[in-house]
């Protein structure tokens, strides 16, 4: 079957917070679309977000990458925490492509986009396909690494944290409101909310520096509907095992539409 070249547009979301969120939708002419979310401090044009929506692509799938708000292109300011909002977030994306006659048939999100996209089908259960790439199931770990070990003594007292890069200039902030956001964003909740007909496939790379593989034998215990790929010698980024994440991530996704197609009628 030979497929028309997609065609690539830039389309903006307006969020619920009137912010404009940027995306670049891979149009393949497919009624169905799969939405990609980046990471922390990340974007749409992450090579990781690029090589899956071309590998779809290629597939006659169509696929959106965007960027969440104060990152990338879109407006909005940059926040540590966010996770429940940026669902919602991704919930406007998919509400948009829904009143153009379309249908988000599979989300799949990296590091922090991994949280959200669970979150987002514990939280809105309209997308039956979830995959969480390399995503954090404990939210209170992973701080410290970046904020110092009495990071949360420092915020009470300053009611923030300046985190800076190695030239001493200040990358972000964080403040106390954002930082009890994650600690607040509980996942086995989250994964306890999952419809049992939500398919969920967590990849994880043995060798990831940032999430400890062990977080995603964590989601392969709780989530019903779950089926798990930890990629050996890989890193949190996949740096070079960006190959093999679309053979396993393609079929999972082509099986899902093959599922809404039978729920459809078609």
Do not use: W
């Not at 930082?179 to 990831?208: E, I, P, Y």
Request: net charge negative; glycine share 8%.
């Amino acid at each position: 079957m030979t497929q028309n070249p997609a065609v690539q547009k830039k389309i903006t979301v307006l969020n619920q917070h009137n912010e404009k969120l940027v995306g670049v939708l891979h149009d393949t002419g497919s009624m169905e679309i799969v939405v990609l979310c980046h990471g922390f401090r990340s974007s749409k044009d992450f090579n990781t977000m690029v090589n899956l929506a071309v590998a779809l692509e290629k597939e006659g799938i169509s696929v959106f990458r965007f960027d969440f708000p104060g990152n990338g292109e879109s407006e909005g300011s940059f926040q540590y925490g966010n996770y429940r909002r940026e669902a919602d977030d991704l919930h406007s994306v998919v509400e948009y492509f829904n009143g153009a006659n379309r249908k988000v048939t599979a989300v799949l999100g990296h590091s922090k986009g991994g949280n959200v996209v669970l979150l987002y089908a514990s939280m809105y259960h309209d997308v039956h396909t979830v995959i969480n790439l390399s995503g954090r199931y404990n939210l209170e770990k992973g701080i410290a690494e970046r904020l110092g070990k009495d990071f949360l003594e420092i915020i009470k007292k300053d009611s923030f944290i300046d985190v800076k890069n190695r030239a001493g200039n200040v990358e972000y902030r964080v403040t106390e409101e954002s930082l009890m956001d994650r600690l607040n964003t509980n996942m086995h909740d989250a994964c306890l909310q999952l419809d049992k007909g939500c398919r969920v496939l967590t990849v994880h790379g043995s060798a990831d520096e940032i999430i400890p593989v062990e977080d995603a034998l964590e989601f392969d215990k709780i989530i019903p509907n779950h089926k798990l790929h930890i990629i050996e010698g890989a890193n949190h980024c996949y740096t070079s095992h960006q190959t093999e994440l679309t053979p396993v991530i393609l079929p999972f996704i082509k099986e899902g539409l093959q599922h809404s197609a039978v729920e459809l009628g078609h």
